[in-house]
């Protein structure tokens, strides 16, 4: 792990503005993260706050995808409903295992999330459940009654 350039830090930076709202930038990236670089290519892979490794840089897409690390981070500073999908208590510890969201289980969405948009899982308490790519869009997530809203990448372990 290294310290970043003012390059990397400005590129994570915008990408994160970009992909979560104003100024997520500097609330995900502090000057004081850490950076791996592939080998091969140079570029970004993942980023470190820490110990903790709060996002990896796709190198499909360009964007983020977060750990829950990096959600709780994000969770902290951002205003409900923003990125978040909420589901009901029920279901929280099958999310929490990693298991996909579906839209019957969706109570609320972020309206502006679209297909593929990085996606925070919460429960009906506000905690945090896992991350993951949103299928449907936030409208779509409340409307259907069947099929996968997000599809998890990672659950978040309880802190109990």
Known sequence: MNRPTRQDL???RAIANYQFGSN?????FPSDIAV?????TGRIRLVYRGDDLIATLKPTTGLLALTPAGAKI?????K???LRVVVRNEVSEFVRMGRNVFAKHVIEADPNLRP???SIVVNERGEL???GRAVLSGEEMLSFRSGVAVKVRKGHASST
């Open 129 to 131: 459940l896992a991350v």
């Open 74 to 78: 994000l969770l902290s500073k951002i």
């Open 36 to 40: 791996t670089h592939s080998r091969k």
């Open 24 to 28: 997520a930038g500097r609330v995900l």
């Open 116 to 118: 593929q948009d990085e």
């Open 10 to 12: 400005t590129k994570l």
């Open 80 to 82: 409900s409903p923003a």
